[in-house]
T-cell receptor, first 112, second 115 residues
Framework: GNSVTQMEGPVTLSEEAFLTINCTYT??????LFWYVQYPGEGLQLLLK?????DKGSNKGFEATYRKETTSFHLEKGSVQVSDSAVYFC???????????FGKGTLLTVNP | SAVISQKPSRDICQRGTSLTIQCQVD?????MFWYRQQPGQSLTLIAT?????????ESGFVIDKFPISRPNLTFSTLTVSNMSPEDSSIYLC????????????FGEGSRLTVL
């Protein structure tokens, strides 16, 4: 079945630092890949997505590239802000399964 | 994008009682899903709510414990029955819009605490 393995947190960074959150997946076929973000006290929001190999999703300064050869979808941001403090979830959907499968989430805290 | 409203946003419940969570969407959607997020954990799919038919439950979840209704294309309810402290979680409604393939939208969740 489908699975997502995500970098364990928590991750603590200073403002303007570079962020990488690793995500790898296992799936049959060609799934779509997503990063969702959950700010404190709020529901999940889609941050970015990629639907085929070599696609790059981007939003709010965050980027992730769909790498089929390494089955990865790492999230990056060049300069994080305090307002980026949240839990980030990597997820996939498709292949042989219509369900959205989530990683365990990574808590990011950015200090001023 | 779909706008999803969930009620209640939070509640404190007594052991042995049941609570129904409502999910209202501002547009017609094909697929609606109910997820559970236990404290400090990721999201686990409970069931897929199908309009006009019974819900499809994931392994480990049963209809007697989590009955679901889907009377139309914009509304669904999830009931958490005979609650115990282990049911303390955030319950999230999620929808897929027909014209946006693969992307799911989430409500803000219903945070339940069972004493």
């Amino acid at each position: 079945g489908n699975s997502v393995t995500q970098m364990e947190g928590p991750v603590t960074l200073s403002e303007e630092a570079f962020l990488t959150i690793n995500c790898t997946y296992t799936a049959t076929g060609y799934p779509s890949l997503f990063w969702y973000v959950q700010y404190p006290g709020e529901g999940l929001q889609l941050l970015l997505k990629a639907t085929k190999a070599d696609d790059k999703g981007s939003n709010k300064g965050f980027e992730a590239t769909y790498r089929k050869e390494t089955t990865s979808f790492h999230l990056e941001k060049g300069s994080v802000q305090v307002s980026d403090s949240a839990v980030y979830f990597c997820a996939l959907r498709g292949g042989s399964n219509y369900k959205l499968t989530f990683g365990k989430g990574t808590l990011l805290t950015v200090n001023p | 994008s779909a706008v999803i409203s969930q009620k209640p946003s939070r509640d404190i419940c007594q052991r042995g009682t049941s609570l129904t969570i409502q999910c209202q969407v501002d547009s017609q959607v094909t697929m609606m899903f109910w997820y559970r997020q236990q404290p400090g954990q990721s999201l686990t799919l409970i069931a897929t709510a199908n309009q006009g038919s019974e819900a499809t439950y994931e392994s480990g979840f049963v209809i007697d414990k989590f009955p679901i209704s889907r009377p139309n294309l914009t509304f669904s309810t999830l009931t958490v029955s005979n609650m115990s402290p282990e049911d303390s979680s955030i319950y999230l409604c999620s929808v897929e819009q027909r014209e946006i393939t693969g992307e799911l939208f989430f409500g803000e969740g219903s945070r339940l605490t069972v004493l």
